[in-house]
């Protein structure tokens, strides 16, 4: 174990990066992941660790807390962690036993994923206590008891019934939380978070940073926060390290990094960033500015006196709930109820609201890949919901899906080229494959590829690449509206630009409709002519964007805008930490719901009402 003396100031070092580079071996030699960085973290400080995928900022966390794979290695440089007496130590020199005792007295980690993280098997109590019982001596019952005190620091309600839950009956946020106690539980001096709120809906997310700022100051703990997204950077951080290709390419405070970036990487990140009231004052949608790119360009504007492309009313999706020894449902998720929608050619309609709401659904409902239970269904002059499956495969080629996960949509078998042809060839557009490449590659030029990646396989290619190509293949049968769910959620801040700018850019050239499913208002703002807000399963409110972001009228609405992250550390606020699960949509089997009604309160802007109007 390799010690240096510790450093006395004010405010103490608690851990230093000093020329730190990690390599990765395989079959086709080392791949060198970190390239000399050096940063520092001080007691009782935030320091956010930002850049896009490959960067090397969970690499870093990985290595600071001895859990590199078994071909990863140090190939240079120190990270010296310092207690609070003694000699500063090496990160680098320990063994996995000496790691393991560090993690578990000294060193926390908040994993992006908690159910991977989570053991499913076992409750929620049991996997809380075992750190406090091996590392710090406890017994049962006072593990126990801190495990509780530490469930509610972290605001969850009903704690003593939560510790006898298995992780699968808790909800994204919950499960997050979960984890946060977990690594709370040692009280560690160091708390690394990997991307904790990636996953999260944006009130959830909120409620998480909430968690963190508090349980930060009152243990006076120190908190690396590894993330992509500058608005929570904003939100939380006293200083910010940039990487970019495994390396720190600037640092300085939040505040500096903010007001005068000195890196051309750091300034491409910054500037991709959505930020919430960029719009104000722009009726129409407009795409980003990104430095080094072609101009911004504004979209369309719609004629609302025409007939809508898709009409929808009455929508119902009902989910049955299997239990008991018969496998009978008696319960039922009411995950889409009466919904009404309307969207006109060229339009963008943006569905938001949090997990659970019933976003997704209307989407899959829409190309049947979810059974409605009612509802009217008009495409294009065409009625829909009363097709046999045969004859509504004639419609799959107007309306199409791109959706969150372009890999897991993807066969990793198949060309690229072979992915983006199967759709012409399954409705025999094309007799052959040779005679849909002049398409194929037409295609992955339109979405800003090149034809010769048609050869290639999906896992040649980045995430932003891979979305590209998923469009490519919605694109392939002409479609006149193509549903995204969620396309952009998991992509990094400069690539999820570059890709809502691609959408916007086909819409102006083919006269595209998107329905853009999202929880990002940020991002909504950006690309939507109209929104409607989905709450357990009902649209809430709907209106132009313009008009629903200057004067939300729905409750829920305004709790949507209210959790949006702020990419500007001067104008930070402190959000109180709702402790209240939502409401379920889990209803009795066949159960009718009571009558609601919309009044319009503004030009196409569209309040839900409870009652018959």
């Given at each position: 174990m390799t010690t240096q003396n510790t450093v006395n100031d004010s405010h103490a070092l608690i851990l230093k990066a000093d020329h730190l580079s990690v390599a990765f071996e395989s079959e086709q030699g080392p791949t060198q992941a970190l390239h000399e960085i050096s940063f520092d973290v001080y007691e009782g400080e935030i320091l956010a660790i930002v850049g896009e995928s490959g960067s090397g900022k969970s690499v870093t966390s990985l290595t600071t807390m001895g859990l590199l794979p078994e071909n990863g290695r140090v190939t240079n440089g120190h990270l010296w962690y310092s207690p609070r007496d003694g000699d500063a130590?090496?990160?680098?020199?320990?063994?996995?036993?000496?790691?393991?005792?560090?993690?578990?007295?000294?060193?926390?980690?908040?994993?992006?994923?908690?159910?991977?993280?989570?053991?499913?098997?076992?409750?929620?109590?049991?996997?809380?206590?075992?750190?406090?019982?091996?590392?710090?001596?406890?017994?049962?019952?006072?593990?126990?008891?801190?495990?509780?005190?530490?469930?509610?620091?972290?605001?969850?309600?009903?704690?003593?019934?939560?510790?006898?839950?298995?992780?699968?009956?808790?909800?994204?946020?919950?499960r997050q939380r979960v984890m946060i106690a977990m690594a709370l539980m040692t009280r560690p001096r160091l708390l690394i978070a990997d991307e904790p709120t990636t996953a999260l809906d944006v009130t959830v997310q909120a409620h998480v940073l909430e968690i963190i700022r508090e349980l930060q100051r009152e243990f006076g703990m120190s908190v690396i926060f590894i993330t992509h997204d500058m608005g929570v950077v904003a939100?939380?951080?006293?200083?910010?390290?940039?990487?970019?290709?495994?390396?720190?390419?600037?640092?300085?405070?939040?505040?500096?990094?903010?007001?005068?970036?000195?890196?051309?990487?750091?300034?491409?990140?910054?500037?991709?960033?959505?930020?919430?009231?960029?719009?104000?004052?722009?009726?129409?949608?407009?795409?980003?500015?990104?430095?080094?790119?072609?101009?911004?360009?504004?979209?369309?504007?719609?004629?609302?006196?025409?007939?809508?492309?898709?009409?929808?009313?009455?929508?119902?999706?009902?989910?049955?709930?299997?239990?008991?020894?018969?496998?009978?449902?008696?319960?039922?998720?009411?995950?889409?109820?009466?919904?009404?929608?309307?969207?006109?050619?060229?339009?963008?309609?943006?569905?938001?609201?949090?997990?659970?709401?019933g976003k997704s659904t209307i989407g899959r409902a829409l190309l049947r890949l979810a059974k409605s239970k009612q509802g009217f269904i008009q495409f294009a002059d065409t009625r829909l919901d009363n097709l046999t499956d045969d004859q509504f495969r004639h419609w799959r080629g107007d309306m199409q899906m791109v959706f969150q996960d372009p890999y897991a949509s993807l066969n990793p078998r198949l060309t690229v080229g072979f992915s983006i042809a199967e759709p012409l060839l399954i409705h025999k557009r094309v007799p052959s494959l040779n005679k849909a490449m002049p398409t194929v590659e037409r295609l992955l030029e339109q979405v800003g590829l090149k034809a010769e990646h048609a050869r290639r396989y999906p896992h040649e290619f980045s995430g932003g690449q891979r979305q590209r190509i998923a469009i490519a293949r919605a694109l392939a049968l002409e479609p006149k509206l193509i549903v995204a769910d969620e396309a952009v959620s998991a992509l990094d801040v400069s690539i999820k630009a570059q890709v809502i700018n691609l959408m916007m850019k086909l819409q102006r050239e083919l006269g595209i409709a998107w329905l853009f499913i999202s929880h990002d208002m940020a991002v909504v703002e950006r690309i939507a002519h109209r929104v409607a807000v989905m709450h357990l399963g009902r649209i809430v409110e709907i209106a132009p964007r313009e008009q629903l972001f200057a004067a939300p009228r729905h409750p829920y609405t305004k709790r949507l805008m209210e959790a949006v992250p702020i990419a500007d550390p001067a104008q930070r606020h402190h959000r109180p930490v709702d402790t209240q699960e939502p409401r379920s949509a889990v209803i009795p089997r066949h159960q009718q719901q009571p009558p609601y009604h919309y009044r319009e309160v503004g030009e196409q802007h569209w309040l839900f009402t409870e009652g018959n109007p």
């Open positions: 130590i090496d990160l680098t020199t320990l063994d996995d036993e000496q790691s393991r005792i560090l993690r578990g007295t000294r060193l926390g980690m908040i994993f992006q994923e908690p159910m991977t993280s989570l053991n499913p098997v076992l409750k929620v109590g049991d996997q809380l206590t075992e750190a406090a019982r091996l590392h710090l001596k406890l017994s049962a019952r006072k593990a126990r008891d801190e495990a509780l005190a530490m469930l509610s620091k972290v605001r969850i309600p009903s704690p003593e019934r939560v510790m006898d839950e298995f992780p699968y009956s808790l909800s994204g946020g919950m939100e939380l951080a006293d200083r910010v390290v940039v990487m970019q290709a495994g390396r720190v390419v600037e640092q300085n405070s939040v505040h500096d990094i903010f007001a005068a970036p000195a890196h051309p990487y750091t300034q491409k990140l910054l500037a991709a960033v959505p930020r919430l009231g960029a719009m104000r004052g722009m009726p129409l949608p407009h795409s980003f500015e990104i430095p080094g790119e072609s101009a911004a360009e504004a979209q369309a504007s719609i004629d609302y006196d025409t007939d809508p492309l898709l009409e929808v009313d009455a929508l119902e999706v009902r989910f049955p709930i299997s239990s008991g020894w018969f496998g009978r449902a008696r319960q039922e998720v009411l995950a889409v109820d009466r919904v009404p929608l309307k969207i006109w050619p060229g339009e963008t309609l943006a569905l938001v609201g949090e997990s659970g709401s």
